[in-house]
């Protein structure tokens, strides 16, 4: 779909050189722009999950994940205009 914008593959192409040449470092600047300080957030998040992983708590990992996901959710249904998926059962509901 982009493809019909004018313009967009030498956009792309530019893009991609800038991120990749090591004379504007791109890439670098990116991450300490916007990549780090997106991690710096989810940080204290992702060490809980995977503290309840090294656990084995499945149920502690959904309870911590699951708000996350279903804001994904929410916000790809909006943006596709299609309707949200409803949520997974848990398993010890199911049984």
Do not use: N, Q
């Not at 991120?19 to 809980?48: M, Q, T």
């Not at 994940?65 to 398993?91: I, R, W, Y």
């Amino acid at each position: 779909m982009l493809v019909w914008i004018p313009g967009y593959r030498y956009v792309k192409c530019a893009l991609i050189f800038w991120l990749a040449s090591p004379r504007f470092k791109g890439a670098a600047v990116l991450y300490d722009k916007v990549v780090k300080d997106a991690l710096k957030k989810a940080e204290p998040h992702v060490d809980k999950i995977c503290a309840l992983v090294a656990k084995g708590d499945v149920g502690g990992v959904r309870k911590e994940v699951g708000p996350a996901l279903e804001a994904v959710k929410g916000l790809t249904a909006s943006l596709t205009g299609k309707k949200a998926a409803p949520p997974v059962a848990d398993e010890k509901k199911a049984e």
